[in-house]
């Protein structure tokens, strides 16, 4: 089992690279299931910084015309979710009547949804769908059924394939877990 350090914490293989491409693959398929043959150009959200990878890797597979916009929210600060969820950069694009499928690395207490998705509906968004890499079910606080999940898993905090501990390790291409033994 591989181990990377990451500042003052120890973090060992949780989900290897071939498992994230597998759920990526079916998540794809679903999405595009739904999307086929769609004659509007619906608006993939990526929520940077954390889904900038799946983003990428979902966009590729989808064989349906979309637009990418980008948004920038912050929940948390090192290992601690916060309740407050904080706008960074808003919208890079007018999503007024279009069909948003929000690209969410992961889901976990809900807040950061809930607040795009309020967003959105401001915003004019003419339906949104959630598509996440990862679904924490057990930490979820919110009445909240993503439409695409690619894997569940328990409430542990994790990094890799774009999930971070203050902004490091987001570029390493399995998902680690803290090890609680290091």
């Given at each position: 089992?591989?181990?990377?350090?990451?500042?003052?914490?120890?973090?060992?293989?949780?989900?290897?690279?071939?498992?994230?491409?597998?759920?990526?693959?079916?998540?794809?398929?679903?999405?595009?299931?739904?999307?086929?043959?769609?004659?509007?150009?619906?608006?993939?959200?990526?929520?940077?910084?954390?889904?900038?990878?799946?983003t990428a890797e979902l966009m590729k597979r989808l064989d349906f015309n979309c637009e990418v916009v980008s948004i920038k929210l912050s929940s948390y600060?090192?290992?601690?979710?916060?309740?407050?969820?904080?706008?960074?950069?808003?919208?890079?694009?007018?999503?007024?009547?279009?069909?948003?499928?929000?690209?969410?690395?992961?889901?976990?207490?809900?807040?950061?949804?809930?607040?795009?998705?309020?967003?959105?509906?401001?915003?004019?968004?003419?339906?949104?769908?959630?598509?996440?890499?990862?679904?924490?079910?057990?930490?979820?606080?919110?009445?909240?059924?993503?439409?695409?999940?690619?894997?569940?898993?328990?409430?542990?905090?994790?990094?890799?394939?774009?999930?971070?501990?203050?902004?490091?390790?987001?570029?390493?291409?399995?998902?680690?877990?803290?090890?609680?033994?290091?």
């Amino acid at each position: 089992m591989e181990r990377v350090r990451l500042f003052d914490k120890t973090f060992k293989t949780f989900i290897p690279n071939e498992e994230i491409e597998k759920a990526i693959d079916n998540v794809a398929a679903k999405v595009n299931a739904d999307f086929r043959g769609c004659t509007d150009i619906p608006i993939l959200l990526c929520v940077l910084n954390g889904s900038i990878l799946f983003t990428a890797e979902l966009m590729k597979r989808l064989d349906f015309n979309c637009e990418v916009v980008s948004i920038k929210l912050s929940s948390y600060s090192g290992t601690e979710r916060g309740e407050k969820v904080r706008q960074m950069m808003g919208l890079t694009a007018d999503i007024t009547g279009r069909r948003v499928i929000i690209v969410e690395d992961i889901v976990d207490s809900g807040n950061t949804i809930m607040e795009l998705r309020k967003i959105l509906a401001e915003k004019g968004a003419a339906a949104s769908y959630i598509c996440t890499m990862l679904l924490k079910p057990e930490s979820c606080r919110k009445d909240l059924h993503p439409e695409y999940v690619a894997m569940e898993i328990p409430n542990d905090f994790i990094v890799g394939f774009g999930l971070d501990y203050n902004e490091i390790g987001r570029n390493l291409k399995d998902i680690y877990v803290l090890d609680p033994d290091a």
